[in-house]
């Protein structure tokens, strides 16, 4: 399966993703929602953090990360190059990481590693090692929240079938993903499914946290820690 390049999709991203969502709201509900969860995890909001998101794309949810943790640093970094590009232009304050050997002399520096939608988009058989860099990448007491897609969710399969940026996409189970980032070091937290309600709905977002139990939700997120 040949990996889909980013770098295609960076310009027309938000149109096409808006287009596949067009029936169930505005899609800047998504980052702001994850964020919210982030927030609430993390309870540091108020700290100065380092603070990187991990394959931030053309940058959706690096604002909101901002607007949360005011007194934080906020990181990119993605292997696109075009949507780093994008990422950059739109958020002025943050700092931008352009390259993995750049990345790599942040070793042991973040206290927080936010990912969203990257691992179904990494080759099943590079997830681990590319786990045990992120490992490397986080500072003791780092909290690393991963949202994915949840592959038990019957719309969020169709919703991937069709999305022509998902091309390569291989969807992993909560249990999977888990079981990776225990593999690579870092101790369990806290684990839900989510977003079963899309953003017309988001009223009845109130009733997630009685069925996050519940493996119906279009996506899921695991919250793991590094302890040495
Ligand atoms: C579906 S997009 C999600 C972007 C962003 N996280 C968001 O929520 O809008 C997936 C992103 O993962 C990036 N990606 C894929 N493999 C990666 C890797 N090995 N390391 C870093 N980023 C990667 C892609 O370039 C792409 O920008």
Not at 29 to 54: F, G, W
Not at 129 to 152: G, Q, R, S
Request: aromatic share 14%; proline share 3%.
């Amino acid at each position: 399966m040949k990996k889909v390049n980013f770098d295609e999709y960076s310009k027309d991203y938000d149109a096409i993703m808006q287009n596949q969502h067009k029936n169930f709201g505005d899609i800047k509900y998504y980052a702001e929602y994850k964020i919210k969860i982030l927030s609430n995890i993390v309870k540091r909001d108020n700290q100065n953090l380092k603070i990187l998101e991990y394959g931030c794309g053309i940058g959706r949810n690096l604002p909101y990360i901002a607007r949360v943790f005011r007194k934080s640093s906020i990181f990119g970094f993605d292997i696109s190059k075009e949507s780093l590009e994008i990422a950059k232009q739109n958020n002025k304050e943050i700092s931008i990481i352009e390259s993995e050997e750049k990345l790599m002399r942040y070793n042991g520096c973040f206290d927080v590693i936010f990912i969203a939608g990257v691992y179904h988009h990494i080759e099943p058989s590079l997830r681990n090692d590319i786990t045990l860099n992120i490992f490397k990448l986080a500072a003791d007491n780092c909290d690393v929240i991963v949202f994915e897609h949840n592959p038990y969710n019957p719309l969020t399969r169709y919703m991937v079938s069709t999305c022509e940026f998902d091309n390569d996409a291989v969807l992993l189970s909560k249990r999977e993903l888990q079981t990776i980032f225990m593999q690579a070091g870092f101790k369990k937290n806290a684990s839900a499914y989510t977003l079963f309600f899309p953003p017309i709905l988001k009223r009845l977002s109130f009733l997630e946290k009685f069925i996050k139990w519940l493996p119906l939700g279009g996506q899921y997120y695991i919250s793991v820690k590094k302890h040495i």
